[in-house]
């Protein structure tokens, strides 16, 4: 039973264009998302997350929303460069009535961008 | 800054072998975390530690050992390797246990293959 999906495997773009990834999650408990990188032969790297209680978060070129009724969120990357193509994996858990804590993060399979010069 | 040292980056295991994959950080990280990753999957939690002396289960322990002798180490054990477990393994670490001021850091992976 997947609780995070990511159904896209792929994606292609041209450097400079907007990359949008998608994920969907089934648990309404989830309450915390995150957004990690990962290049070959290399460990996942934090990128950015968001709350439940907001619906949008900005870092540089990364933006992340989040609809919460619709149950998905989606990592957008403007401009994109070459260097942003790696896998991105989406994670979500739930931090409320955890004390701040829960060591579980419920990963999705990933989706591989391919940024093209 | 070395951060999160996995070693080593390759192993082949024979069906009922067993092994230990190290994990070192030098962050001085309380929180250390092993998950799975298998092919076309996301990542799963086998074992974590919020300290020295102090480890519990994840999703997916069976199969696996862990002890937390220091704050730097946190080695995983297989003990009887099964087809089953090959799977690129990742060690993590994080300076405290809230997941939004404190994101894992992980390792560059160990990548485990059993015949």
């Not at chain 1, 149950?71 to 991105?88: C, M, N, T």
């Amino acid at each position: 039973d997947q609780q995070v999906k990511q159904n896209s495997p792929s994606l292609s773009v041209q450097e400079g264009r907007i990359s949008i990834l998608n994920c969907d999650y089934t648990n309404s408990m989830f309450d915390y998302f995150l957004w990690y990188k990962k290049y070959p032969a290399e460990g996942p790297t934090f990128l950015i997350s968001i709350s439940s209680i907001k619906d949008k978060n900005e870092d540089g070129r990364f933006t992340v929303f989040l609809n919460k009724s619709a149950k998905h969120l989606s990592l957008h990357i403007v401009p994109s460069q070459p260097g942003d193509s790696a896998v991105y994996f989406c994670a979500a858990t739930v931090l409320k009535n955890s004390g701040g804590s829960n060591y579980k993060l419920t990963f999705g399979k990933g989706t591989l961008l391919t940024v093209n010069p | 800054n070395a951060g999160v040292t996995q070693t080593p980056k390759f192993r082949i295991l024979k069906i009922g072998q067993s092994m230990t994959l190290q994990c070192t950080q030098d962050m001085n990280h309380n929180y250390m975390y092993w998950y799975r990753q298998d092919p076309g999957m996301g990542l799963k939690l086998i074992y974590y530690s919020v300290g020295a002396g102090i480890t519990d289960k994840g999703e997916v322990p069976n199969g696996y050992n862990v002890s937390r002798s220091t704050t730097e180490d946190f080695p995983l054990r297989l003990e009887l390797a099964a087809p089953s477990q090959t799977s690129v393994y990742f060690c993590a670490s994080s300076l405290t246990r809230d997941r939004g001021r404190s994101p894992l850091h992980f390792g560059n992976g160990t990548r485990l293959t059993v015949t």
